[in-house]
């Protein structure tokens, strides 16, 4: 796409309100001729839908619509591989007109010319004018800009507070709009540090405060500081919990009171807090959640009556529900479940109206999220972003209603499958108006590693009292999924909007910029009140999904051995888990995503996010990938690890990168390496240098290796099951690729041929995409640390599973992973607790089943000697086998007979 130069103006009322824009879609059939262009000239005008065929300058355009084969992303309640479809590329410009110019503007074009004023369908259907709103760059440079927050003070002005990453670290940027102009980004943190997420809220001494949270010293604490009219007081450390404070919101109250809310890691989970400043001093912490199980990201509502409503969603039981709780003089009232159905409900906006009803929005996704979802299983379960719808609702006397009319008219049919991360804002009249983002798939040709499948768009909609209006798409709002946004209603009745955007530029939609742009939308005629109905819950009604899951998950938890005077525990988790931040993870869900999916849906002890290159070295993928590692963490219960994946293909093939420590850098793949010229020994080196561990998964495949290299001591493990793909243990075993699945040129790659080979690797088993809870690495650790995970995986203490099974396999007093010297055959044990009944456990030597015995029950203490041991080096694990399917696999110990 060549993009048009612009105008850059400042956010503001008298700029933005003073100028409308219109987006003009071309249609009609392919290979359409929609040159043409536009009189009077606009302001501005911005191409949508170009590539580089295509181009927009000054007031006119050349443009072509075009059949193309798109990724596709069709609902599927049993996991597929990445489909296609072939559709027709739209393509148009948004052209911006100051209030004076928009009376009669005029297009030309190839097919025929036509004159609008407003919203219409041109040229026999083929054209189409609608809405747009005029948009500003609040931020632009080199730095990444990004978590917005807007706030309007008791004395008019406008407040903009968002953080900014540099190649040293993260700051805290503030502006406001009083008098005509916006003052200069005034900084307010620490240069260099590590920032997650702002708010702004204003005290009962009219002082404005701006609040982030920032990790010092490891800690992830809440920080303030506040305008006094005059200056910035200095800074404040609101939180002193050892583990992460974050997520944080505020309001303030009628009274004049500030009340703050949190998510705290405290007690091996995270929990809602609060507290309120009266304008002198902070009160004590108030701790709002009461349940075991983690709560997430409040949000706050301050009512007409001077109460507080914190809202926040729960996994207490077993899925993520809306629920909601009341305080009123200081006192925290009862529990209210808002939103309780198996959903997958979260991430809820809120605000009172003048009324004192309570309008909420919240994400809604599937029943039995993140449960048994992948390759060849009998699934009842789905994967993080097979569905996610946007709710609203108001509750108001106890009851809960909707406003009538289905929200996902708002686009049309084929975006619907995905319309989430809402922001409600109510406007003067108490209308609700929602910003969301959507999802759009990209066109196949052009792509690879250098694009993405998909671009997530921001939009925003109404109820006009009937019905919700159709969206208007903001067309810089191109971004990942989970991209921000903050809106307000203020006193004019203008509703101001910011959000991110990195920069995605139709078609290849890769990362170009990090920027916050902003938009202000005017005040709409006055409409009759939202025509109300009662809400209706999701009806999905999927049975429960492994209802003894808490029960297994308490008993190897339990499971300890001890070796060489050493107690160990199993934690289990996935080592290659990807999210939207990879090129190719259009169905695999945001970042945060992974880790609620890592804490509630699969229970881990441990996860390694494993994007493409740490998402495509774009230094602030990479440095909000090792931020999300630090701001999840809970001191021994979850310890996840600085990861990501190096895509090569066969024979060097796709290797996922493991570290303890946080700032390692990014290794580039250079051209011979891409090509196989050059093997893995940069690889080798790096994570020599750097302390890591690397792990080859789908081995037998065309991301897969003929184990040309390998290293013990650097490369450990390998993931010899993955729940997207197969088993890639040997052809002929369970759930490994049919005949013909895969061309045979990668048969090399298969885990029997390295073991063959001399190379001794432990094994684990992964998800990598859109598959969930049905891959696990299970590692024997002395304690849930980062340090004490990669020292099992490098002891290769070690074994993979598809659900959660206790497996314990030795060799005489040798644990699997060992490799030793033995005069004669030590008895092989495995103590095995299944989670079903077992079919069979077999022991493998030398890629050749030598024994095996019939399963009796979910348990087994098998004991086998080798008779035939035969001198030589030789390799035993062994393979659990369940009758409904689930497998476990040990690493190997490897023996020397003389």
């Known amino acids: 796409m060549v993009r048009a130069s612009i105008l850059l103006l400042l956010l503001s009322s008298s700029t933005l309100a003073q100028r409308v824009a219109y987006l003009i879609r071309f249609g009609g059939g392919a290979d359409v ?67 004076a110019q928009a009376q009669a503007m005029r297009v030309t074009t190839a097919q025929g010319d036509f004159s609008f004023n407003g ?91 701006v609040i982030w949270s920032a990790q010092v010293g490891g800690n992830f604490d809440l920080y303030g500081r506040a305008w006094d009219g005059r200056k910035w007081r200095p800074v404040s450390r609101i939180t002193t919990a050892p583990g992460s404070d974050i997520f944080h919101t505020a309001a303030t109250d009628r009274a ?81 479940p808002i939103a309780s159905s198996g959903a997958f409900e979260s991430r809820v906006s809120a605000q009172y109206d003048a009324r004192g009803a309570l309008w909420m929005a919240w994400d809604e996704g599937d029943w039995n999220w993140g ?122 009745g203008s509703i101001h909007a910011v959000w991110h955007t990195d920069g995605r530029l139709w078609p290849l939609s890769a990362e170009t910029r990090q920027e916050l742009v902003g938009a202000v939308l005017p005040p709409l005629a006055s409409a009759a009140p939202p025509a109300m109905v009662p809400f209706a ?45 990879s090129w190719d993870g259009n169905r695999d869900g945001s970042l945060h995503d992974s880790y609620r999916y890592a804490l509630d849906a699969a229970g881990f002890e441990y996860q390694g996010v494993c994007d493409h290159q740490a998402g495509n070295e774009v230094p602030y993928s990479w440095w909000m990938i090792q931020k999300a590692v630090d701001l999840f963490s809970i001191a021994g219960r979850f310890a996840p690890l600085y990861s990501y994946e190096r895509s090569l293909p066969y024979p060097n093939g796709h290797r996922n990168v493991l570290f303890a420590e946080r ?127 990669l020292a099992a995986i490098r002891a290769r203490r070690t074994y993979a599973a598809t659900d959660n099974i206790i497996l314990d396999f030795r060799a005489g007093t040798r644990f699997m992973g060992e490799s030793f010297t033995a005069p004669e055959p030590p008895p092989l044990t495995a103590n095995i607790v299944g989670t079903g009944a077992l079919d069979k456990v077999v022991v493998v030597k030398d890629n050749r089943v030598v024994y095996a015995a019939p399963g009796a029950g979910a348990t087994m203490s098998l004991s086998y000697t080798d008779r035939e041991p035969g001198s030589g080096t030789h390799y035993y694990y062994v393979r659990v086998e369940q009758k409904d399917g689930q497998l476990a696999w040990s690493s190997p110990v490897w023996i020397t007979y003389p």
Request: hydrophobic residues 30%; contains cysteine; aromatic residues 12%.
């Open 537 to 581: 819950p999701s009806l999905e009604n999927l049975p429960p999904s492994h209802p003894s899951e808490a029960a297994d998950l308490a008993r190897i938890r339990a499971y300890r051995v001890t070796l060489n005077g050493k107690q160990y525990r199993i934690v289990r988790g996935d080592i290659h888990r990807h999210t939207d931040i």
């Open 256 to 336: 004049g009171s500030m009340h703050l809310a949190w998510m705290s890691a405290r007690d091996g989970n995270f929990d809602i807090f609060t507290r309120s400043f009266d304008g002198g001093k902070w009160s004590p912490e108030t701790k709002v959640s009461d349940s075991s199980a983690n709560d997430w990201e409040p949000a706050i509502a301050a009512a007409p009556d001077g109460s507080i409503a914190f809202l926040w969603d729960t996994y207490d039981k077993g899925n993520y529900d809306i629920v909601l709780k009341t305080m009123r003089a200081g006192r925290l009232g009862p529990l209210t």
């Open 119 to 209: 919203p219409g369908t041109f040229l026999d259907g083929r054209v189409s004018v609608s809405p747009a709103a005029p948009i500003d760059y609040l931020t632009r440079g080199p730095e990444a800009e990004d978590y917005p927050a807007l706030y309007e003070a008791r004395n008019g002005a406008l407040w903009l507070a968002y953080q900014s990453y540099e190649s040293a670290g993260d700051q805290v940027y503030v502006r406001r709009y009083a008098g005509g102009a916006w003052s200069s980004p005034e900084p307010l943190a620490t240069p260099g540090g590590d920032v997650f997420r702002t708010s702004l809220s204003e005290d009962r001494n009219g002082h404005v405060w």
């Open 663 to 789: 700032g390692r850098p990014v290794l580039p793949i250079p051209q011979a390496e891409q090509q196989g010229r050059e093997g893995a020994g940069r690889l080798y080196a790096y994570l020599r240098q750097y302390s890591g561990l690397t792990t080859s998964h789908t081995s037998a495949t065309g991301a897969g290796t003929d184990w040309r290299d390998s290293s013990e001591d650097l490369e450990p493990v390998v993931e010899i099951y993955q729940g997207y793909r197969r088993n890639y243990e040997g052809p002929g075993t369970p759930r490994a690729p049919a005949q013909g699945e895969e061309p045979s040129r990668f048969a090399p790659g298969y885990v029997w041929n390295a073991w063959a080979k001399g190379i001794k690797m432990g094994v684990q088993s992964s998800s990598d995409h859109v598959s969930t809870h049905i891959s696990y690495g299970a590692f024997y650790v002395e304690s849930i640390d980062r340090h004490s995970i």
């Open 33 to 99: 001729d929609w040159s043409g262009s536009i009189s009077p000239a606009p302001v501005r005008i911005t191409p949508w839908q170009f590539d580089s065929r295509d181009e927009a300058f000054g007031d006119r355009w050349k443009c072509t619509t075009r059949r193309e084969v798109y990724w596709d992303t069709p609902y599927e309640s049993s996991m597929k591989g990445t489909s296609r479809r072939e559709r027709l590329t739209l393509k148009g410009v948004v052209v911006e007109y100051s209030r």
């Open 371 to 492: 449960k048994d979802y992948g390759q060849g299983i009998i699934e009842n379960g789905r994967g993080l972003f097979v569905r996610r719808q946007t709710r609203v609702a108001r509750w108001s006397n106890g009851r809960l209603e909707e406003p009538a009319g289905a929200f996902t008219a708002a686009l049309p049919e084929e975006f619907r499958q995905i319309m989430h991360q809402p922001r409600l804002v109510l406007d003067s009249g108490g209308r609700p108006w929602v910003f969301f983002r959507f999802r759009v798939n990209t066109p196949v040709a052009g792509g690879g590693r250098e694009s993405r499948r998909t671009s997530y768009r921001q939009a925003v909609t109404w109820h006009d009292g009937r019905n919700w209006a159709p969206a208007i798409e903001f067309h810089d709002g191109f971004g990942r999924a989970d991209s921000t946004s903050a809106a307000l209603a203020a006193r004019d």
